[in-house]
């Protein structure tokens, strides 16, 4: 019972290189979720896949690029890194499809990016 | 907006004390859910809860969905170490697709041996 995976756990970027967060699901699940989780801030959504083929923003998209690559796969890329996109970065998916939202989500475990 | 303001923020108690965490909004929700985030983990879901004035227990850990749906609580009984963790509470966005959740900025619970 795999659920939810994610890789890297960990990564140290410099400014201005670029990298990709994988995240795959193995739950045969609809959505799928970036968010980033700062001290202080929570959760907050980068980007959504609502169902395959389709992406849209979230709270936090900006300097960020995803990904649905097939129903099982949701990557982040990050472009240009900045210190700022320092933070801890979760995916999640849930069986939701449509408007109707009680489906509960199922998380990574996350993958740790310091940028400096 | 549909915002979600969770109470306290930080909580430490001895084990074997209990406790109560508070998730308020100005919104009606069609659901709620709570999730315990573990230091280095991602959030996992404990419940949901769907009709107003509902009660889950699961365990020690007993949620209560507002008769106007527009609260949520959370009371643990006996607490134990193992307890310890953020508790975040969310719910369905309106008129979003794709089962988009908000998310409160949770409580961070410190139970001391």
């Known amino acids: 019972n795999a659920g939810v995976t994610q890789t890297p756990k960990f990564q140290v970027l410099k400014t201005g290189q670029s990298m990709t967060l994988q995240c795959a699901q193995d739950?045969?699940?609809?959505?799928m979720y970036w968010y980033r989780q700062d001290p202080g801030m929570g959760l907050r959504l980068i980007y959504y896949?609502?169902?395959?083929?389709?992406?849209d923003k979230g709270e936090v998209p900006n300097g960020y690029n995803v990904s649905r690559l097939n129903k099982r796969e949701f990557s982040l890329r990050l472009e240009s890194a900045a210190p700022s996109q320092t933070s801890v970065y979760f995916c999640?998916?849930?069986?939701?499809?449509?408007?109707?939202?009680?489906?509960?989500?199922?998380f990574g475990s996350g993958t740790r990016l310091t940028v400096v | 907006t549909q915002l979600l303001e969770q109470s306290p923020q930080f909580l430490s108690i001895q084990e074997g004390e209990n406790l109560t965490v508070y998730c308020n909004s100005s919104?009606?929700?069609?659901?709620l859910q709570w999730y315990r985030q573990e230091p280095g983990e991602g959030p996992v879901l404990l419940v949901t809860?769907?009709?107003?004035?509902e009660v889950k227990k699961l365990k020690r850990l007993t949620f209560q969905f507002g008769d106007a749906r527009k609260d949520s609580s959370l009371h643990i009984t006996a607490a134990q170490p193992g307890d310890t963790g953020l508790y975040l509470c969310?719910?369905?966005?309106?008129?979003?697709?794709?089962?988009?959740?908000?998310f409160g900025g949770g409580t961070r619970v410190l139970v001391k041996p």
């Open positions: 999640a998916s849930s069986r939701g499809k449509g408007y109707v939202a009680n489906y509960g989500y199922t």
């Open positions: 896949s609502a169902s395959e083929g389709t992406t």
């Open positions: 969310a719910g369905p966005t309106i008129k979003a697709a794709g089962n988009k959740l908000t």
């Open positions: 739950m045969n699940h609809n959505s």
């Open positions: 809860v769907v009709t107003g004035g």
């Open positions: 919104s009606v929700f069609s659901s």
